[in-house]
């Protein structure tokens, strides 16, 4: 099973909103990410979390704000988001196994987000 | 910092042609991901691959790693309008602070018109 799942699909929000977004894996992979997606170009990294810890941040601004509860989920939580924060947030892991399926990220279907 | 060349950006073919994407670097990659993107849906993996020269075939999918790991092909014979989408390369650096990121190319938008 190499599927990874997020809610909710769409998701529209006014700028004064708090939303989250969910993301959860049954793969038993200890690495998960964050992405943000403009139409036709490549994700962009947000955050890594290795280990349930956050191990990279991308500078992200302050209204995005990840949470991994445990092994197997990611939230995102949004807060204050602007117009120009439309856009497909994706979830990833991998595996931290150090062999070649380390480098391997699966992808969920995203989010489509757009801020009023 | 790492960048990867993604040529070209934008493919419109007929059903049956054959097609070549690139994916070229400077730099020296761990190993390097190939991904598929449907419109509305998440990047799909289709290869990895890590050795020098390696070739992996997925059907009418071929794809190349180059000798000194920097540079890779996806060439793609007779497509087929379900091989419409988005192609993304991503390479990987092993170790480090920079350990699970992946640094992606700027995409091939391909469409195959029947």
């Known amino acids: 099973d190499t599927e990874v799942t997020q809610t909710p699909k769409h998701l529209v929000m006014g700028m004064t909103n708090k939303k989250s977004l969910k993301c959860e894996q049954h793969m038993g992979h200890r690495a998960m990410y964050w992405y943000k997606q403009k139409a036709k170009k490549p994700p962009e990294l947000m955050f890594v979390y290795s280990y349930e810890k956050l191990s990279i941040n991308e500078s992200v601004p302050s209204r995005f704000s990840p949470e991994c509860p445990n092994s197997s989920l990611l939230n995102l939580h949004l807060h204050a988001l602007q117009p120009e924060d439309s856009a497909l947030y994706l979830c990833a892991s991998s595996s931290l196994d150090r062999d070649r399926t380390s480098y391997e990220q699966y992808f969920g279907p995203g989010t489509r987000l757009t801020v009023t | 910092t790492q960048l990867l060349e993604q040529s070209p950006q934008f493919l419109s073919i007929q059903e049956g042609e054959n097609l070549t994407v690139y994916c070229n670097s400077s730099?020296?990659?761990?190993?390097l991901q190939w991904y598929r993107q449907e419109p509305g849906e998440g990047p799909v993996l289709l290869v990895t691959?890590?050795?020098?020269?390696e070739v992996k075939k997925l059907k009418r999918l071929t794809f190349q790693f180059g000798d000194a790991r920097k540079d890779s092909s996806l060439h793609i014979t007779a497509a087929q309008p379900g091989d419409t989408g988005l192609y993304l390369c991503a390479g990987a650096v092993a170790g480090g602070t920079s350990y699970g990121k992946l640094t992606f190319g700027q995409g091939t938008i391909l469409t195959v018109h029947p």
């Open positions: 691959v890590v050795t020098g020269g």
């Open positions: 730099s020296v990659f761990s190993s």
